[in-house]
């Protein structure tokens, strides 16, 4: 029996996170956190990888760095194509958005959106004029102009998951759900069903050399393989109840591999299988520190590939699948669910589940890993004065302490019944509070005078679970917030609590009063109602950001005007950053970076300065208040700048359009297809263009494109 060894060896990064970055950029996992699903490779060097929310990735040495391009769209991107060289390309994702570029992915041009919902898949199979989108729609759609026009050619019987034009234009093959496979022979005019013998979940088919002989894979553990065009397809035994999302032949029709996942104890973990008989026999390696894995990428031979997945996951072999060095990296893949810098934006630390503690001395360019002690939730995470003494809290009535930043963790006593929501600290190392929930869900408040020696059970004033606790000026006056609005108040470091009238509110998750003890705010659960007090809680109004989600935490950085909140959904992966500039009166979405839950944000010295953490290890950082989303382009060491400052007038436009202030300067103007048309100065914006809709960037700069628009 034939066997693969499979030997997982770390490879060496060259990312350099926060250097020269502007907006929310990640700092774990590298270099991104968002689901990889989509992959291109043009040559063992140069190539491509698609995700979510936007999510595009170039590499030209092999993987050793990777540089995020700019998308423009936020959302999630399912497939990625460049049919004959690095430079022209195409993208295609959910709302059926269609991206294409001409110059290696510096810029990305919108073609369509919305002509259908979902597309999961693209195919140009010759070069890039004629090609092919399909997805969850049920239509196949095509364009012969590059992506100028798509049209919707045919209605399908399934949702297509996988096409493959394997020699010309006219026979390709398209496979999903339900087990479905479709052959057309005339361009996709006309889809005939194949009998496959299944109703199951079809991933990806790929014929290597001509349209006789093919796979698919799919779940559960399913791989087919034809070797007269379809009329018959034969079950090649996996014997595996698992998933399978790509198939690849990269030579010939004997050599492939399967890529995938598998579940074990509740865990995901990526899978390849390779066979080098054609698939008589499929050698099945699990590797157990790479999550799910969704896209694969031989460019050449069965020797040098890649795989994607989950968390941003980056694997690459050079030897046939022998050994794969992972080309991502993740410190933790655990939910991260506090951060706190204190008085520093250098040196800081993230707490969260299964007793992850990390710091970093940098300001995030590195975060490691330190030694907790305990596999219990943490939620809570504050060094009061600065970075030698901290205190983290969690559930199960985990209390740990450091007196030396870190380097050790000593759990000091308390009922093991209790859950412990928030810790806070006001002015020094000794004096603190702890709030959470008892066994029966009910309000616990406790305090210590001697730096957690001891703890204090202090009256709550409100059965209801209280969640987050700030002392905004002294160890006097604080406030903590709950389940169903609750906010108890006390004037006299706890010696009583006194309930305010609730709001309306499932549950306020955070509080935050960063100047004094008047001027406040609280969020939670929705994230429609954000409450702020000017009266030291007497009063307090909704002022709503529009986001239906819960939000986990506010934070206002030493001002009452400058905030920012975090939120998500754990069901539907979604999240959300709001700020203010106003004091709340209005709350504008920041462009997102990551579809994980987001549960922490804190700016330790400024409004500028400032740190996300959230699900799967998550954390982003931003040095311009989150301004923008621009990444520097790591290796080449140019910076993509945003020129979404700059005022065209009049946009939409009839007969041309003006810069004001920049009337002497020139700008290049591309059109929907990604085509350069012109080269224009800042006075005659569009003079001559036909009507439609362009975008704009400054002349030999690599930025971030304006979009304009002329009218007839």
Same mark, same amino acid.
């Given at each position: 029996?034939?066997?693969?060894?499979?030997?997982?060896?770390?490879?060496?990064?060259?990312?350099?996170?926060?250097?020269?970055?502007?907006?929310?950029?990640?700092?774990?996992? +590298?270099?991104?956190?968002? +689901?990889?699903?989509?992959?291109?490779?043009?040559?063992?060097?140069?190539?491509?990888?698609?995700?979510?929310?936007?999510?595009?990735?170039?590499?030209?040495?092999?993987?050793?760095?990777?540089?995020?391009?700019?998308?423009?769209?936020?959302?999630?991107?399912?497939?990625?194509?460049?049919?004959?060289?690095?430079?022209?390309?195409?993208?295609?994702?959910?709302?059926? &958005?269609?991206?294409?570029?001409?110059?290696?992915?510096?810029?990305?041009?919108?073609?369509?959106?919305?002509?259908?919902?979902?597309?999961?898949?693209?195919?140009?199979?010759?070069?890039?004029?004629?090609?092919?989108?399909?997805?969850?729609?049920?239509?196949?759609?095509?364009?012969?102009?590059?992506?100028?026009?798509?049209?919707?050619?045919?209605? &399908?019987?399934? #949702?297509?998951?996988?096409?493959?034009?394997?020699?010309?234009?006219?026979?390709?093959? *398209?496979?999903?759900? !339900?087990?479905?496979?479709?052959?057309?022979?005339?361009?996709?005019?006309?889809?005939?069903?194949?009998?496959?013998?299944?109703?199951?979940?079809?991933?990806?088919?790929?014929?290597?050399?001509?349209?006789?002989?093919?796979?698919?894979?799919?779940?559960?553990?399913?791989?087919?393989?034809?070797?007269?065009?379809?009329?018959?397809?034969?079950?090649?035994?996996?014997?595996?109840?698992?998933?399978?999302?790509?198939?690849?032949?990269?030579?010939?029709?004997?050599?492939?591999?399967?890529?995938?996942?598998?579940?074990?104890?509740?865990?995901?973990?990526?899978?390849?299988?390779?066979?080098?008989?054609?698939?008589?026999?499929?050698?099945?390696?699990?590797?157990?520190?790479?999550?799910?894995?969704?896209?694969?990428?031989?460019?050449?031979?069965?020797?040098?590939?890649?795989?994607?997945?989950?968390?941003?996951?980056?694997?690459?072999?050079?030897?046939?699948? *022998?050994?794969?060095? /992972?080309?991502?990296?993740?410190?933790?893949?655990?939910?991260?669910?506090?951060?706190?810098?204190?008085?520093?934006?250098q040196t800081g630390f993230a707490?969260?589940?299964?007793?992850?503690?990390?710091?970093?001395?940098?300001?995030?360019?590195?975060?490691?890993?330190?030694?907790?002690?305990?596999?219990?939730?943490?939620?809570?995470?504050?060094?009061?004065?600065?970075?030698?003494?901290?205190?983290? &809290?969690?559930?199960?009535?985990?209390? +740990?302490?450091?007196?030396?930043?870190?380097?050790?963790?000593?759990?000091? !006593?308390?009922?093991?019944?209790?859950?412990?929501?928030?810790?806070?600290?006001?002015?020094?190392?000794?004096?603190?509070?702890?709030?959470?929930?008892?066994?029966?869900?009910?309000?616990?408040?406790?305090?210590?005078?001697?730096?957690?020696?001891?703890?204090?059970?202090?009256?709550?004033?409100?059965?209801?679970?209280?969640?987050?606790?700030?002392?905004?000026?002294?160890?006097?006056?604080?406030?903590?917030?709950?389940?169903?609005?609750?906010?108890?108040?006390?004037?006299?470091?706890?010696?009583?609590?006194?309930?305010?009238?609730? &709001?309306?509110?499932?549950?306020?998750?955070?509080?935050?009063?960063?100047?004094?003890? #008047?001027t406040g705010y609280a969020a939670?659960?929705?994230?429609?109602?954000?409450?702020?007090?000017?009266?030291?809680?007497?009063?307090?109004?909704?002022?709503?950001?529009?986001?239906?989600?819960?939000?986990?935490?506010?934070?206002?950085?030493?001002?009452?005007?400058?905030?920012?909140?975090?939120?998500?959904?754990?069901?539907?992966?979604?999240?959300?950053?709001?700020?203010?500039?106003?004091?709340?009166?209005?709350?504008?979405?920041?462009? !997102?970076?990551?579809?994980?839950?987001?549960?922490?944000?804190?700016? !330790?010295?400024?409004?500028?300065?400032?740190?996300?953490?959230?699900?799967?290890?998550?954390?982003?950082?931003?040095?311009?208040?989150?301004?923008?989303?621009?990444?520097?382009?790591?290796?080449?060491?140019?910076?993509?700048?945003?020129?979404?400052?700059?005022?065209? /007038?009049?946009?939409?436009?009839?007969?041309?359009?003006?810069?004001?202030?920049?009337?002497?300067?020139?700008?290049?103007?591309?059109?929907?297809?990604?085509?350069?048309?012109?080269?224009?100065?800042?006075?005659?914006?569009?003079?001559?263009?036909?009507?439609?809709?362009?975008f704009l960037r400054p002349e030999?700069?690599?930025?971030?494109?304006?979009?304009?628009?002329?009218?007839?």
């Amino acid at each position: 029996m034939k066997t693969l060894r499979f030997v997982l060896i770390p490879a060496v990064l060259f990312l350099l996170p926060g250097i020269g970055q502007t907006g929310w950029f990640w700092q774990n996992p +590298l270099p991104t956190g968002n +689901l990889l699903e989509g992959s291109s490779f043009i040559d063992p060097n140069t190539g491509y990888t698609v995700g979510f929310v936007g999510t595009i990735l170039k590499t030209t040495d092999g993987g050793a760095s990777w540089i995020t391009q700019r998308s423009g769209i936020e959302e999630r991107l399912n497939d990625v194509q460049f049919p004959r060289n690095a430079v022209t390309g195409y993208a295609v994702g959910d709302r059926g &958005v269609v991206l294409k570029t001409t110059d290696g992915g510096s810029f990305w041009a919108c073609q369509s959106r919305g002509l259908v919902n979902f597309l999961d898949c693209v195919e140009f199979p010759l070069d890039e004029q004629t090609g092919y989108a399909s997805g969850w729609d049920c239509v196949v759609l095509k364009t012969t102009t590059g992506g100028a026009a798509w049209d919707t050619i045919a209605s &399908v019987p399934c #949702q297509v998951k996988g096409l493959d034009f394997p020699e010309d234009t006219q026979t390709g093959y *398209a496979v999903g759900y !339900p087990g479905t496979i479709l052959k057309t022979t005339d361009g996709g005019t006309t889809w005939v069903t194949q009998l496959s013998g299944t109703d199951d979940f079809f991933e990806s088919v790929h014929f290597p050399l001509d349209d006789q002989t093919g796979y698919v894979v799919g779940e559960p553990g399913i791989i087919l393989k034809t070797t007269d065009g379809g009329a018959i397809w034969a079950y090649q035994d996996s014997g595996r109840h698992e998933y399978y999302f790509t198939v690849q032949f990269p030579e010939n029709v004997v050599t492939g591999y399967v890529i995938g996942s598998t579940s074990s104890s509740g865990s995901y973990r990526g899978i390849v299988l390779k066979t080098t008989d054609g698939g008589g026999f499929w050698a099945r390696q699990v590797l157990d520190s790479i999550p799910s894995l969704y896209s694969a990428s031989f460019p050449l031979d069965a020797q040098t590939g890649y795989a994607f997945g989950y968390l941003g996951a980056i694997i690459k072999t050079t030897d046939g699948g *022998a050994t794969w060095a /992972s080309q991502s990296r993740c410190v933790t893949p655990y939910h991260l669910r506090a951060v706190h810098f204190p008085g520093t934006d250098q040196t800081g630390f993230a707490a969260g589940d299964s007793g992850t503690i990390l710091r970093t001395p940098d300001g995030g360019a590195s975060w490691r890993n330190q030694v907790s002690g305990t596999r219990n939730y943490l939620m809570s995470v504050n060094f009061p004065v600065d970075v030698q003494t901290g205190y983290v &809290v969690g559930r199960y009535g985990t209390v +740990l302490k450091t007196t030396n930043s870190g380097t050790t963790w000593s759990r000091q !006593p308390f009922e093991t019944t209790t859950h412990l929501y928030d810790v806070f600290f006001p002015t020094d190392a000794s004096t603190g509070y702890i709030v959470g929930a008892n066994s029966s869900n009910a309000a616990i408040i406790f305090k210590t005078t001697d730096g957690g020696g001891t703890w204090q059970s202090q009256n709550p004033g409100t059965s209801n679970s209280l969640w987050s606790v700030n002392f905004p000026v002294n160890a006097l006056t604080g406030y903590a917030v709950g389940y169903r609005g609750t906010i108890v108040k006390t004037t006299d470091g706890g010696g009583t609590w006194v309930s305010q009238p609730p &709001v309306q509110s499932n549950t306020l998750l955070s509080v935050c009063f960063p100047v004094d003890d #008047q001027t406040g705010y609280a969020a939670g659960s929705p994230g429609n109602y954000i409450y702020k007090t000017t009266d030291g809680g007497a009063s307090w109004i909704n002022q709503p950001a529009d986001v239906w989600d819960d939000i986990y935490c506010i934070h206002f950085p030493g001002t009452t005007q400058t905030g920012y909140a975090v939120s998500g959904d754990f069901e539907s992966s979604k999240s959300f950053t709001v700020k203010t500039t106003d004091g709340g009166i209005s709350w504008a979405f920041q462009t !997102p970076v990551s579809y994980q839950i987001l549960l922490g944000v804190h700016f !330790p010295l400024n409004p500028q300065t400032g740190y996300i953490v959230g699900a799967s290890g998550t954390i982003l950082k931003t040095s311009d208040g989150g301004a923008s989303w621009v990444e520097e382009e790591r290796t080449e060491g140019r910076k993509q700048k945003a020129v979404g400052s700059l005022k065209v /007038s009049p946009n939409p436009f009839t007969s041309f359009a003006t810069i004001p202030g920049q009337e002497g300067k020139r700008f290049e103007m591309y059109d929907i297809a990604g085509r350069k048309v012109g080269t224009y100065k800042g006075d005659r914006i569009g003079e001559g263009l036909r009507a439609g809709v362009y975008f704009l960037r400054p002349e030999g700069k690599d930025a971030q494109p304006l979009r304009v628009v002329k009218v007839k």
